[in-house]
């Protein structure tokens, strides 16, 4: 089992529609989760991040950890077709002695106009 | 301001071959990783540096691999005697100070490598 899972779509959506993209981890020592978006033929771009449990919302993304059930989110709201790319997520045990990210496959969503 | 570069950016090789992969991190950055991403396997971490030294290689995946990198600078990666396996998007980001935000990494565009 990867420590990271994440369902690799694709996921083909209208444009407007919500968005949800999600990852699971077994590791309970991470503390940071991040949110990377990757552009076909470009290297990842960091979207958001999160420390421990909680939301964060940044324009029309909001990111959403759930340490308890060991659940990651991505909601993209209002979609747009710009939004079209992979989306990766990812863990971190601690940012300050290991900087290892864990990351998952990768979901490839379309946002069609 | 300037992203961290890579070059080439395509290399066709054929097996057998060494190939040299060049990575040009943001200025400033002292952390430094070297990624491989390929379909179906996701992002595969290959080697991390801080400063000129790599305290994690636990990545490189034989030791046809190695990597350095100079002047807290520019990091090659070697990869001897290619074989088809080897075919992937080799990815280097760099991070500022990463003991505070070593999660921030900021990519550069990748070497596509394919071995004939």
């Known amino acids: 089992q990867k420590e990271v899972e994440q369902d690799p779509g694709p996921l083909s959506v209208p444009e407007g529609a919500i968005v949800s993209l999600n990852c699971t981890y077994s590791?309970?020592?991470?503390?940071?989760f991040m949110w990377y978006r990757q552009y076909s033929r470009k290297g990842p771009e960091l979207l958001m991040y999160t420390y421990s449990s909680g939301n964060k919302e940044d324009g029309r993304f909001t990111a959403q950890v759930d340490k308890s059930s060991k659940y990651i989110s991505l909601f993209i709201r209002d979609s747009q077709p710009s939004d079209s790319a992979t989306y990766l997520c990812a863990g971190q045990a601690n940012a300050g002695n290991n900087r290892k990210l864990i990351w998952g496959l990768g979901t490839s969503l379309a946002v069609n106009p | 301001g300037a992203g961290v570069s890579q070059s080439p950016s395509n290399k066709v090789t054929e097996k057998g071959k060494d190939v040299e992969l060049r990575c040009d991190p943001i200025?400033?950055?002292?952390?430094l990783y070297w990624y491989r991403q390929s379909l179906g396997q996701g992002l595969e971490f290959l080697i991390y540096?801080?400063?000129?030294?790599?305290?994690?290689k636990s990545g490189l995946p034989s030791d046809r691999f190695s990597a350095e990198r100079t002047g807290g600078s520019v990091s090659t990666l070697t990869i001897q005697r290619t074989q088809q396996e080897d075919s992937a998007v080799y990815l280097c980001a760099s991070s500022p100070d990463p003991g505070v935000s070593s999660y921030e990494q900021y990519f550069g565009p990748g070497t596509r490598l394919t071995v004939t």
């Open positions: 200025s400033g950055h002292t952390a």
């Open positions: 540096f801080q400063g000129n030294s790599a305290p994690d």
């Open positions: 590791n309970s020592a991470f503390q940071y």
